[in-house]
């Protein structure tokens, strides 16, 4: 049965509704707000896989650019609006519960300045141990979108020279330059994250630019296991 609880966004000074049965909002979701750069030309903002809206929400904090969010199942879906109603965000921000693949039936030709995405990190190989839950497998594994899929999209919705924002593992950012090339969505800036003491990066935020030459920049690995905040957490890039 589950159990809808509402929590603190962190500390933006937000509420979001959250149920503890399902997929919560987490680290790498904070990560990747922090990552966005966000400017005075900034105008849309689409985040793909939103979930219960975190990433949105926090945005909302940093800019009054339009943010709009797609979540296709209905469940956490519903739990995103209460919490834009709840923080009274419903002026900036608006949801679809939708399937991405079949975005063109209702963003049409819409595009963004900025599209974010934490996607499932998992493939969904036959072999893979899935959550009991299918809110939870879905959430972690590639059942209803793959990595592919989302780079597809975010290069159809882009405007030129737009910024696509990711969160994934580390282990698969051979896979994320690939797709990048493939799309249009040249890899621009890599951050490397590790979460535990003395262990080797397992978090890779990247920043892709629609149409833009080839160039990677490295940053320095950031160790957050004994951080308190993360909040300003990438000011010096």
Do not use: W
């Not at 809808?4 to 680290?27: A, C, M, P, R, T």
């Not at 904070?30 to 030309?41: N, P, Q, R, T």
């Not at 469940?75 to 679809?96: F, M, R």
């Not at 535990?196 to 296991?225: A, E, F, Q, R, Y």
Request: one cysteine or more; glycine letters at 2%.
């Amino acid at each position: 049965m589950s159990k809808v609880v509402l929590n603190d966004l962190y500390d933006y000074g937000l509420k979001i509704y959250q149920d503890e049965e399902l997929f919560k909002f987490s680290l790498d979701s904070i990560l990747l707000a922090e990552f966005v750069k966000l400017s005075s030309k900034t105008t849309n903002i689409l985040d793909l896989c939103t979930g219960n809206a975190s990433i949105p929400l926090i945005l909302s904090t940093k800019t009054n650019s339009h943010i709009e969010g797609i979540e296709i199942q209905s469940n956490i879906y519903n739990l995103a609006i209460k919490s834009i109603k709840y923080n009274q965000k419903n002026k900036q921000i608006y949801l679809y519960n939708e399937d991405i693949k079949n975005c063109i039936n209702y963003l049409k030709n819409k595009k963004y300045d900025i599209i974010t995405c934490n996607p499932p990190y998992f493939k969904n190989y036959e072999f893979s141990e899935l959550n009991d839950l299918t809110s939870l497998a879905i959430a972690r594994h590639e059942i209803k979108v793959t990595l592919e899929d989302i780079f597809e999209v975010a290069s159809k919705y882009l405007n030129t020279k737009g910024e696509f924002y990711l969160v994934h593992r580390v282990n698969r950012l051979d896979e994320i330059i690939i797709l990048g090339n493939k799309y249009k969505l040249n890899v621009k800036n890599i951050e490397l994250i590790k979460t535990t003491k003395n262990s080797k990066p397992s978090i890779v935020l990247v920043k892709c630019v629609k149409d833009s030459k080839c160039g990677i920049i490295i940053n320095n690995v950031k160790d957050i296991s004994n951080l308190k905040t993360y909040k300003n957490l990438f000011k010096e890039n």
